[in-house]
């Protein structure tokens, strides 16, 4: 019995030192154990981001690959572009040259065919005869300019009374005022004879542009007769027919079709005016920009005229418009 008694301290205390021992052993192991697996667990994303010892992560490199390709390919776009604009305005200025140099073998060859020019005396009868009618201003003191007037309000309303000659009936028919003759000025007797013949050998296409009957039109028309006066107008400075002999193509052909047609300008006249009344329309055109209009006519009829193929006034493309 008392050898019992005195084991028993003895095997707590061996117990004792072997769980004192057990814990030393514990806490270094514990002490072995990474940081990491002791720390709070983070999201993935975090814990690489966070520790620097991390696995490297191959997207970076194709990151930076991707940006470095994105930035040569901005430089070598920025190069080219560079050099195509370079390349522009070098073939700009060449052709500016080009079209410099192309001009002016024109002018010559415009002035050589001026002084080689040889007019028909048929051709020259009806050009002086022409330019005669050009040189006659509108008079309203002269009966025969007065019975001119009657004679186209006759023609554009039959059935109408001839109003007075200071009237503002005559607004209605494109006039600016209440007196005719103030809105010839520069267009003289010819622009009203150019009117009366318009309306006696195309009526029909004569009151569709006086009554404005074609297309959809503006809120602020052209006043027709002052519209038949800027045609004549017009008309007289293309050709060059206050001048010499003329110098463009267009000129010097229209003089070769006054010898086959006496009344090749009056008819000329008719084909221009249609001719603005349709770029009228298809411009959609207002007031402020009829002279806009007026020289895109003057243009189409300069092309038309120095077209080989016309022998006649009825040859123009144009022809066509008074016949619709």
């Not at 007019?119 to 002086?128: A, D, H, T």
């Amino acid at each position: 019995m008392v050898e019992c008694v005195m084991a028993t301290p003895t095997i707590k205390k061996r117990r004792g030192v072997e769980i004192h021992q057990g814990k030393k052993e514990n806490m270094a192991n514990t002490a072995s154990v990474p940081n990491a697996l002791r720390d709070p667990l983070l999201p993935s994303g975090q814990a690489v981001i966070n520790n620097p010892k991390s696995t490297p992560n191959p997207w970076d490199d194709r990151r930076n690959d991707l940006r470095h390709g994105i930035h040569n390919l901005s430089q070598f776009i920025k190069n080219v572009a560079r050099r195509i604009a370079n390349l522009f305005m070098s073939i700009g200025s060449f052709l500016r040259k080009v079209l410099s140099f192309n001009f002016t073998i024109q002018g010559l060859n415009s002035n050589k065919v001026e002084h080689s020019l040889v007019l028909s005396p048929l051709q020259e009868e009806r050009l002086q005869n022409l330019r005669r009618r050009l040189e006659v201003p509108f008079d309203a003191s002269l009966v025969g300019h007065q019975e001119a007037l009657r004679q186209l309000w006759r023609l554009a309303y039959p059935e109408r009374m001839i109003p007075p000659f200071k009237s503002n009936l005559w607004k209605e028919m494109g006039w600016q005022g209440a007196d005719p003759s103030t809105d010839f000025r520069g267009g003289g007797f010819i622009s009203l004879e150019n009117l009366i013949y318009f309306a006696e050998i195309y009526p029909e296409s004569f009151q569709r542009l006086l009554h404005k009957q074609d297309g959809v039109r503006s809120e602020w028309e052209y006043p027709f007769a002052v519209a038949g006066i800027n045609v004549s107008f017009m008309l007289v400075q293309m050709l060059e027919l206050h001048s010499g002999n003329p110098t463009t193509k267009a000129g010097i052909h229209f003089l070769k079709l006054l010898g086959g047609d006496e009344m090749a300008f009056d008819r000329l006249y008719c084909v221009a005016f249609q001719l603005l009344d349709s770029k009228w329309l298809s411009k959609r055109a207002t007031y402020m920009e009829f002279n806009e209009v007026m020289k895109s006519t003057r243009l189409q009829l300069e092309l038309e005229l120095e077209t080989n193929e016309i022998s006649s006034i009825r040859d123009m493309p144009a022809y066509i418009l008074l016949n619709r």
